[in-house]
């Protein structure tokens, strides 16, 4: 599932830098209740296991791209648009069921959506 957030003007590109920033130093430790087991940072090239501190290369082009992966194999891929002025947000989640992965979706881009705001 794709979700954005419209960012106006030039006071919205720099909330958009302040919330990539943000996402790249401060990061959430959980989202909706569940746990973030790691993220990949793809300009930096790293990706942190936060639970053992592993640091693994990623070897793709450097973009400006955050991935936080979240226990029970969901992930969240957090860009800013290349072309207009918006956050993109990405949501791949698991479950028994695709209307049970629908639900999980839902929980998390309700909770990212108050972390951005």
């Known amino acids: 599932k794709l979700e954005t957030f419209a960012f106006e003007g030039e006071s919205g590109m720099a909330t958009m830098k302040k919330i ?3 996402m ?6 959980e989202i909706a209740g569940d746990k973030v087991t790691a993220v990949a940072d793809y300009e ?12 693994t290369e990623i070897t793709l082009p450097k973009s400006n791209v955050i991935t936080l992966y979240l226990d029970g194999g ?3 891929v957090i860009r800013p648009s290349g072309t207009e002025p918006k956050i993109k947000i990405y949501y791949t989640t698991v479950g028994k069921s695709t209307a049970q992965a629908a639900e999980i979706q839902q929980k998390y881009a309700e909770a990212f959506t108050k972390l951005i705001k």
């Open 24 to 29: 790249r130093t401060d990061f959430p430790t």
């Open 44 to 55: 930096l090239s790293v990706k942190t296991d936060l639970k053992t501190g592993e640091k």
């Open 74 to 76: 969901a992930s969240l």
């Open 20 to 22: 990539m920033d943000t």
